[in-house]
């Protein structure tokens, strides 16, 4: 074994909580919305503020990657926020963990139905509600919080550590891909294994490790129907309306149970082997929490195994909304000239986006000829697709993770697939060609995009202690002193 010694570390988390909640208190002040040209200056700052304390305060070396103007705002007037690459050691004798995680947050205003102002962290009891606790400031400033306990303690740091943070995850994380294709052979050149700690447990009361995500494709679909729009009154009957054509479409889409109808698109998902079925028995998982927590009326499945499933291994299709239609209170008789939909298919190992976006354009086209509408429908869907992702556990990323689990909460974690896409992911797996581990800090009530974001004190406190365990248990597996973690199911 290994003579590192956590025990300094873990008395300097404790004992300096009062601190680190000041400081996310401080980072939630910042209203990092990446997503609205009046806050883009919030997010620049918020990302000046964290490279000062990684260079000034924990001596990391520190680039603030300056990415231009902003290409989705036309008018060449807005600037992206710059990208943080921080390097802390390069012993060549010690392996490299690479860190990712983002500093923007989503939009948050009170009439939403904040129980307090989104940008003033609020502690009540064990809770600290503020937008960006959970998502993902909380396990950003975790990160570094660790570090600062392992200097302060004059515990030597057994890795070499790099950093890359972003303030546009929330808004497509435009630059970055370009950005580390870019560093592929430079400052990820050196990179043994990566680390990201953007997603959450399964329940609320047993961490987990995270190996797979889902991809994501997004699908317009135009229709015009008429020069401008048009009278019900007058023209309703003889005109074929767009917005008909649309919903006829979509109503081809999916079905009451939630089963994609496009031919041919689950061809391509993995048959399920019996070492992953095994993996589905014995989570902190029970749907009738899961389904009161989210509110809904009811699910499309009636066991735990097959809502697992439906949520992480098998694609699924959302319809999201409308542009061009009347949406607001009251009565219209209007019929509208145009009108596009909107909908994405949450993609799964094996479906290539391209692959999946033709079947549906062709599907699409084929019901509109069928419907015999003359109206003019064009289908669309994005190029900047993202595919899913899923880890290998036979490496010591995940070793690492069921022993620094162990270390700190005296239980095996969950290993837990995610319905959501991270991008960056699979960018980073890729270039790199390292292996991945996805690390949560937070819990599944936790709300990040929603009303109330939250991060409990006590995941926050114990998180700190479980990063810096991972660093030491990674360096143990890799250095060949550290006890094997358990056999682990394999897929």
């Known amino acids: 074994m ?3 010694s956590l025990d300094a570390v873990n008395q300097y988390i404790d004992d300096n909580m009062s601190n680190f909640k000041d400081g996310l208190r401080d980072a939630v002040a910042i209203k990092s919305v990446s997503s609205t040209r009046e806050n883009r200056e919030d997010v620049i700052r918020m990302m000046e503020a964290v490279a000062s304390r990684m260079e000034n305060s924990l001596g990391m070396s520190v680039d603030l990657r300056d990415l231009g103007l902003d290409p989705n705002y036309p008018d060449g007037d807005v600037q992206l926020p710059p990208v ?7 012993d060549p004798n010690k392996k490299t963990l690479c860190i990712y995680g983002h500093l923007d947050v989503m939009p948050a205003e009170m009439s939403d139905g904040w129980y307090y102002p989104p940008f003033e962290l609020t502690i009540v009891d064990d809770i600290m509600y503020g937008r960006g606790s959970t998502d993902d400031k909380g ?3 975790g990160w570094l919080n660790s570090i600062e306990a392992f200097q302060q303690t004059n515990t030597s740091i057994p890795m070499n550590l790099k950093f890359v943070l972003e303030g546009m995850e929330e808004s497509g994380s435009t630059g970055l891909a370009e950005l580390i294709e870019e560093e592929k052979d430079l400052f990820f050149g050196n990179v043994d294994f990566i680390a990201i700690s953007d997603n959450y447990w399964l329940g609320t009361s047993k961490p987990c490790l995270t190996y797979g995500l889902r991809g994501i494709i997004y699908f317009h679909v135009k229709v015009n129907c008429a020069d401008s729009d048009l009278h019900s009154g007058s023209h309703g009957g003889p005109v074929y309306e767009a917005m008909s054509d649309v919903v006829a479409m979509f109503s081809t889409l999916i079905d009451e149970k939630g089963n994609i109808l496009i031919p041919h698109v689950n061809d391509s998902v993995r048959e399920l082997t019996p070492e992953e079925d095994a993996l589905y028995y014995g989570l902190d998982f029970d749907m009738n929490v899961y389904q009161e927590e989210i ?20 694609p699924s299709l959302s319809i999201h909304g409308f542009e061009g239609a009347f949406y607001g209170p009251g009565d219209k008789t209007v019929i509208p000239h145009e009108v596009t939909g909107k909908f994405s298919i949450r993609l799964v190992p094996d479906q290539e986006p391209e692959d999946i976006g033709q079947l549906v354009i062709n599907h699409l086209n084929y019901v509109h000829s069928q419907r015999g509408s003359p109206n003019i429908m064009t289908p669309t869907y994005s190029s900047g697709a993202s ?6 556990f036979e ?6 993770g069921n022993l ?3 270390d700190v909460h005296n239980v095996e974690p969950d290993y837990t697939r995610e319905g959501g896409s991270i991008p960056v992911v699979i960018t980073l797996y890729e270039t790199t060609g390292k292996d991945c581990v996805l690390i949560p800090m937070g819990r599944s009530d936790d709300g990040p995009h929603s009303q109330n974001e939250k991060l409990n004190i006590t995941n926050f406190q114990a998180g700190m202690k479980l990063f810096a365990a991972y660093i030491k248990r990674l360096d143990e597996l890799t250095r060949g002193t550290g006890r094997q973690a358990r056999q682990t199911s394999k897929i």
């Open 295 to 314: 509110g809904v009326h009811g699910l499309t499945t009636s066991d735990e195994k097959n809502t697992l499933m439906r949520r992480w291994r098998y």
């Open 139 to 141: 396990p950003v400033l």
């Open 395 to 400: 490496n010591p990323v995940f070793e690492a």
């Open 404 to 406: 620094a689990t162990l």
């Open 84 to 90: 943080i690459l921080a390097s802390l050691g390069n």
């Open 2 to 4: 290994s003579s590192l």
């Open 387 to 392: 595919r899913a992702w899923l880890g290998r």
